[in-house]
C-alpha cells in the first residue's frame, strides 16, 4: 500500500502542477504534457498495488480502475481538478487492493474515499495548499484505515 501511497502523490502532483496559473495570467491554465505525464504514470500505481497485494484479479481491474480514474476525474474534476484526480485515485485504489475475506470491504473502502474527499474539499475551500496535499495522501490512506476497521468489526462479532 505504501508504493501506491507513493506512486498516487507523484502522478497526483504532476498533475495538480499543471493546473497551476502563472501570476500575472488572467484565467485559469493547463499544460498538457504534466496532464499527459500525470495520466501516465497512473497505471503504473494501479499495477504496484494490485500485484504487490497479490490479486489475482489485477489486469482486470487495474484497467477498470483506469476507466474509473478518467470517469471520476472528469465528472469530480468540474468542482476541482485535483479533487477529481483524488477521488479517481482513491475509486481505483480501493477496486485494485486486494480484499480481505471480509463482508462489506467494499463498501466500506467506497465510504472512506467519499469521506476523504469531503475533507479534502473543505480543505481546498478554506486552505488550498493543504487541500492539494491532502487530495493526494488521504484516499488511499483512507483505503488502508477501511480494511483495518473492517477487521475490527468482524472480530467483534
Known amino acids: ?27 485559469p491554465s493547463m499544460h498538457p504534457g504534466l496532464v499527459g505525464l500525470a495520466i501516465a504514470l497512473a497505471p503504473f500505481t494501479f499495477v504496484t498495488v494490485g500485484f504487490v497485494s497479490r490479486n489475482h484479479r489485477a489486469p482486470k481491474l487495474v484497467l477498470a480502475a483506469m476507466g ?49 474527499l469531503i475533507y479534502t474539499f473543505a480543505l481546498l475551500v478554506s486552505i488550498t495548499p493543504a487541500g492539494v496535499l491532502t487530495g493526494a ?9 477501511a480494511d483495518e476497521y473492517t477487521a475490527w468489526r468482524f472480530s467483534r462479532r
Open 1 to 27: 500500500m505504501a508504493l501506491g501511497t507513493i506512486g498516487v502523490t507523484v502522478s497526483y502532483f504532476f498533475y495538480a502542477a499543471a493546473f497551476i496559473t502563472p501570476e500575472g495570467q488572467a484565467g
Open 137 to 145: 495522501i488521504l484516499p488511499p490512506l483512507m483505503v488502508g484505515f
Open 68 to 116: 474509473l480514474l478518467l470517469l471520476l476525474g472528469l465528472a469530480v474534476g468540474l468542482i476541482s481538478p485535483v479533487l477529481g484526480a483524488s477521488a479517481g485515485f482513491g475509486v481505483g485504489i480501493a477496486l485494485v487492493l486486494k480484499r480481505p475475506g471480509l463482508p462489506d470491504v467494499m463498501r466500506n473502502r467506497i465510504v472512506a474515499v467519499v469521506l476523504s
